[in-house]
């Protein structure tokens, strides 16, 4: 039997096609949950983040603990469009980027126990935030479900065997979450089914030829996109919540 925290979510944002753009926009909804986040008073955790690095899928996984937080996020999660002059272009042209957000509750699986002898840890040196040992000591930690190939990956404690624990408590959730969605399906199965690209996008933050944010589904609007990245998401979250009444 599983069971939903509903005071505890897991945040997954992955950069579409399109380079640095996409990672940058990428790192840019990061920003704009962790200030939603912190407005809310909720925990925001960020336990691995792989934007810039040159090799590997471009994501980053975070954990929010907060009253209700995930039922009021859940709704934000899809592809977000954002439009504007790229900062990494040398002719100032507009550049459209995609990332694809995506919000699960942590699962409480009981009586649900993972093989040992299914699992690879591997360790390496940590890249953010976690004391004087970053980049000296592996204290980050890959832990693998080989069966599955399913990987989780956290390097926001302090030590390994706290990195260790965490990266098994979220493997637990998804690979539960897994075994009750489909035994005999691909984690895939529990993602939004769209492509990172145009005509999928569930909102859009147009910074350039004009200022707009604009949600596709409930039709709410801001002139302010600077106010809407930096955490002033009300609005749109309250829109979401009424589609489900």
């Known amino acids: 039997m599983l069971e939903y925290e509903n005071n505890k979510a897991l945040l997954y944002i992955y950069s579409g096609a399109g380079g640095v753009d996409a990672q940058d926009w990428a790192s840019m909804l990061l920003t704009m949950y962790r200030k939603y986040s912190a407005d809310k008073g909720w925990g925001f955790v960020i336990l691995s983040q792989t ?12 954990e929010i603990t907060g009253p209700n937080c995930y039922e009021m996020l859940r709704r934000e999660s899809g ?23 995506e919000f699960m509750p942590e699962i409480i699986a009981k009586n649900f126990q993972i093989n040992p002898n299914d699992l690879r840890i591997d360790t390496y040196r940590s890249s953010g935030p ?44 998804r690979l539960a979450a897994k075994m009750e969605a489909e035994k005999t399906q ?21 910074l350039n030829p004009y200022q707009m944010v604009k949600d596709h589904r409930t039709g709410v609007k801001s002139s302010q996109p600077d106010k809407v990245l930096n955490g002033d998401l009300d609005k749109f979250i309250e829109a979401e919540q009424s589609l489900a009444y």
């Open 51 to 62: 934007f810039g690095e040159q090799e590997g899928t471009k994501n980053a996984v975070i």
């Open 79 to 101: 592809v977000h469009r954002l439009v504007r002059i790229s900062p990494y272009s040398s002719k100032d042209l507009r550049h459209t980027s995609f990332a694809l957000v």
């Open 130 to 173: 976690g004391g004087q040992n970053v980049n000296k000591l592996e204290t980050a930690v890959r832990v693998t479900h080989v069966p599955t190939g399913l990987a989780v990956a956290v390097q926001s404690e302090r030590s390994q065997a706290q990195n260790k624990e965490k990266a098994m408590q979220v493997l637990n959730s």
């Open 186 to 206: 691909e984690l895939s199965q529990l993602k939004p089914q769209v492509a990172i690209e145009w005509g999928s996008q569930i909102r859009s933050y147009v």
